[in-house]
């Protein structure tokens, strides 16, 4: 009996109205009339269920992609600009900033966002952009680490990816890297929590479909970090996961997590090839 209110319950969320929403074809983002995203491409190889690939852009209102073509629009834009203070800003007991080491945040972190995460030879394990920051805060700096989904680390990992905007996501999963990946793919297709739910079911099987009032996606992560009009602010990837997970009603992996890294890492992998749009606008 329970078994089958359960299943109802799935059944009713992931029941979508109408016909699938079809985005228009000529959609282009171009971010401040001079920078071309890429929002559509063929899909990885290792991508096995998908032909083609796209950017969570494609999927919001004219309204809501609005925001992301001009950064003087774009609400993110003010935590980017916070975080380029905190750049140059000495804090912890070696008396030093980021600054400090990496020079100017728009050469040295050029590229850096397109590629994570990415194994850590010394730490032995997939290590996500906010691993790398803590690092420096810690061992470099000396300062306190930063929550993973604090304002300070949300705002600094957005600074970091306008380095790389425009550039193709170019995720590395063989090597040593494998394995982890293997493992996030695990999870992806895993159904978890009352709803039975894996994250394939709604961001493969049912993209470009609503369910409720929410347009799916294909639940690409080159627009992390992301300005959500939902709730005002920067959300990280692990934050998103989390609340995926949660809304399956499952107890839900924490942020930082081993799993979490890995799912990180396979799903990232899912948009090479898309462009590196963060901080994006979505719902």
């Not at 003087?72 to 600054?99: K, T």
């Not at 080491?101 to 850590?120: F, I, L, Q, T």
Request: hydrophobic share 35%; proline share 3%; glycine share 8%.
């Amino acid at each position: 009996m329970r078994k089958s209110m359960i299943l109802s319950t799935a059944a009713a969320l992931l029941t979508f109205g109408g016909t699938a929403a079809i985005a228009d074809e000529d959609d282009t983002l171009i971010i401040n009339g001079e920078a071309e995203m890429v929002t559509k491409t063929e899909a990885p190889a290792h991508v096995e269920y998908l032909d083609t690939i796209r950017s969570g852009w494609t999927y919001r209102s004219a309204e809501t992609q609005a925001f992301q073509m001009d950064d003087f629009d774009n609400p993110a834009m003010i935590f980017v600009d916070q975080a380029a203070e905190v750049w140059n800003a000495v804090d912890g007991s070696e008396g030093q900033s980021c600054a400090s080491c990496h020079g100017d945040v728009e050469e040295s972190m050029k590229g850096v966002r397109a590629e994570m995460p990415k194994w850590n030879e010394a730490a032995g394990k997939v290590w996500s952009m906010e691993d790398y920051i803590n690092d420096c805060r810690t061992n470099r700096m000396g300062a306190e680490a930063w929550g993973w989904t604090s304002d300070p680390m949300r705002n600094m990992t957005a600074l970091i990816t306008v380095q790389s905007r425009g550039m193709p996501v170019n995720v590395k999963i063989d090597g040593p890297a494998q394995e982890a990946w293997e493992w996030g793919k695990e999870i992806y297709y895993t159904r978890f929590g009352q709803l039975e739910l894996s994250c394939a079911n709604c961001h493969e099987d049912n993209h470009d479909n609503y369910i409720r009032a929410d347009h799916l996606s294909q639940g690409q992560i080159n627009g992390f970090p992301t300005y959500r009009l939902k709730n005002a602010r920067l959300n990280s990837i692990h934050g998103r996961f989390k609340g995926c997970i949660r809304d399956t009603r499952a107890e839900t992996f924490g942020t930082g997590s081993d799993e979490f890294r890995a799912l990180e890492l396979y799903v990232a992998s899912r948009g090479n090839g898309l462009s590196v749009e963060g901080p994006a606008v979505r719902n």
